[in-house]
């Protein structure tokens, strides 16, 4: 009941941010598609950039380079070494973030008006003149190497890498964005460049701004910030066939804590079912500790802290997955009970009380997201990429609240395979073996 009225009154304070939110679509002269968000509260800009494809179009051979080239765009740019760089956007109060998935590179901005012109104008050249000295990429992968190294000693991380191995198979997706050392070890610098110029392409784009700034301002800001990049990059990559058999697959591990990681065919997101999946889901293991998992294998089991499951929807593959940590001589039961609960609920599905819960939660959480330029920069430009329309936020909501019991308990038996559900465990568990060839 607490929960309740907590959601409802954030629902209720936040609402009027979601209707404030008016985005605009405009068009440069270059050519390039972005949203708008038009704020003049304060003088503040937040942009984002995302470039489809990521690290997905690491070639053959060349794992991890995307990734090692991503983290030398802030390393120095045009006639600046990394300290210059890091010394003039900290002199014009600016802040840049590169990042990089399998299907995406992200590119954010955030620059006060005042000093607009000169942020943007080395936001450009760490874009379109990166420098990718010898030095920089040494040190780079160094860092790189650090991490690949520790999570080669992270439970989590084992389980997370040993179940897309499964999974994904050969497809990007099967392996680490990191690489291996071996792979990194063998990047040059015209690797770099290569990848660069494959990622970081006009034809994969997806631009949304917001703060203050005019749709003009920002048309002629565009066009000088992006045209200058490559227009076409490498081609994306297909759809991954996953292999999700059902069974348990044991990495063996000398940890007294076993981590196993689950997963199951997912949905797509643009499927009619995809927010009844969504509602099912937060019912099932994504709503902390009101889910059926951590009910079940938390509350009344004391097997684990922590289990959850979420809806994991890439541009390539569609899963349904979950993870959960129990002592060795425990997590034989753990695997157990959450197989169970996933045949429970498709057989019998939820309750009324259960869909309302979750709709209450699900729709007083969502305003909010909007608390900043930056956080409505971000959703926007997701938004474009899951190719979802300007009026989403204003009606997401309403999408949620039509979800019925019927469709919820429907999608359940459709969706939910016990038989599929698919387990990877990482250590020493009792009582568990491999049933997968």
């Known amino acids: 009941m607490i929960r ?69 765009l802030e390393e120095g740019a045009g006639d600046m070494d990394s300290r210059a760089f890091a010394r003039a956007t900290e002199a014009f109060a600016a802040s840049f973030h590169y990042d990089v998935s399998d299907d995406t590179v992200s590119v954010s901005a955030r620059f006060l008006t005042e000093n607009r012109d000169e942020a ?44 897309d191995s499964l999974v994904y198979g050969g497809h990007p997706y099967g392996s680490s964005l990191n690489g291996t050392l071996e792979s990194i070890a063998g990047l040059t610098r ?20 917001v703060g203050d700034i005019t749709a003009e301002e920002l048309t002629a800001l565009l066009d000088e910030l992006l045209l200058d990049l490559p227009a076409e990059g490498a081609p994306l990559p297909g759809r991954a066939d996953l292999n999700l058999p059902g069974g348990v ?5 000398d940890t007294p804590q076993s981590v196993a990681g689950f997963a199951q065919p997912g949905i797509k997101r643009e499927d009619p ?59 034989g039961e753990a695997i157990d009970v ?37 956080p409505i920069a971000n959703i926007a430009v ?12 204003s ?9 019925t019991l019927e469709d919820v308990n429907r999608v359940a038996k459709e969706l939910l395979s016990p038989d599929k559900l698919t387990f990877v465990v990482v250590g020493k568990p009792e009582g568990v073996t491999s049933t997968i060839n």
């Not at 629902?11 to 605009?24: S, T």
């Not at 068009?27 to 390039?32: E, K, L, N, V, Y």
């Not at 099912?280 to 289990?307: A, D, P, Q, W």
């Open 273 to 331: 079912d995809f927010f009844a999946a969504y509602v099912l889901n937060y019912i099932l293991g994504g709503g902390s500790f009101e889910s059926r998992l951590m009910e079940e294998v938390r509350e009344k089991r004391g097997l684990t802290y922590g289990v959850y499951s979420y809806l994991a929807d890439r541009d390539g593959a569609e899963i349904w997955m979950g993870s959960v940590s129990s002592a060795n001589e425990r997590v």
């Open 4 to 72: 309740y009225v907590l959601a409802l009154v954030a629902c209720v304070i936040a609402l009027p941010a979601l209707a404030e939110v008016e985005i605009d679509e405009i068009t440069t002269p270059g050519g390039i598609d972005a949203w708008l968000v038009e704020d003049h509260t304060n003088p503040f800009v937040a942009l984002e950039l995302r470039f489809r494809g990521g690290a997905s179009l690491d070639p053959e051979g060349k794992r991890g380079v995307t990734n090692l080239m991503v983290g030398l």
């Open 120 to 163: 943007v104008a080395l936001l450009r050249a760490s874009l379109v003149d990166p420098v990718f000295d010898q030095p920089s990429i040494d040190r780079v992968r160094e860092q790189v190497s650090s991490v690949i190294r520790s999570n080669q000693t992270d439970p989590r991380r084992i389980a997370g890498e040993a179940l």
């Open 338 to 374: 959450i197989r169970a609960e996933w045949a429970k609920i498709r057989e019998q599905g939820v309750t009324p009380e259960e869909l309302q819960d979750a709709k209450t939660y699900l729709t007083g959480a969502y305003p909010l997201r909007f608390d900043g330029n930056a």
């Open 249 to 253: 697959e044991v990495v063996e591990f």
């Open 395 to 403: 009606n997401r909501n309403d999408m949620v609240n039509a979800v």
């Open 382 to 393: 997701n938004m474009q990429m899951e190719d979802l329309p300007t009026d989403y936020i």
């Open 190 to 209: 015209e690797d770099i460049v290569a990848a660069h110029d494959a990622a970081l392409a006009r034809d994969r784009l997806y631009v949304s701004a």
